[in-house]
């Protein structure tokens, strides 16, 4: 089993930052890629940016590429996501997820085993 609690969301202005935080506790962090999703209301769940276990390789969605940035600290157990120049569209809850498979799409939901409770994020215009 592996526990993911994240952290950082909140309530933002337009053009501002927020760096989220996931905190992942239990099996060897290691041993997962990490992933990151995001969920608006009447939306379904969309990925935004994945990471390998020793950061060495990173993809995103075409909405997140450059302004979202993933990155992992193994070393704290802890993966996190950078978003910057924040609109209001990105208005949403946000999970990260963790899968042992390395192959495969990252950007598939259904293949990450464990997932968090989710942090929200609002950004007002």
């Known amino acids: 089993q592996v526990q993911l609690v994240e952290s950082g969301g909140g309530l933002v202005q337009a053009g501002g930052s927020l760096r989220l935080s996931c905190a992942a506790s239990?099996?060897?962090?290691?041993?997962?890629?990490m992933g990151w999703f995001r969920q608006a209301p009447g939306k379904e769940r969309e990925f935004t940016a994945a990471i390998s276990w020793n950061g060495g390789s990173t993809i995103y969605a075409d909405s997140s590429k450059g302004r979202f940035s993933i990155s992992r600290d193994n070393a704290k157990n802890t993966v996190y996501l950078q978003i910057n120049s924040l609109k209001p569209e990105d208005t949403a809850v946000y999970y990260c997820?963790?899968?042992?498979?390395?192959?495969?799409?990252?950007?598939?939901?259904?293949?990450?085993?464990?997932w968090g409770q989710g942090t929200q994020v609002t950004v007002s215009s």
């Open positions: 997820a963790a899968r042992r498979q390395v192959m495969g799409a990252w950007s598939y939901p259904p293949s990450y085993e464990y």
């Open positions: 239990g099996r060897t962090f290691t041993a997962f890629v």
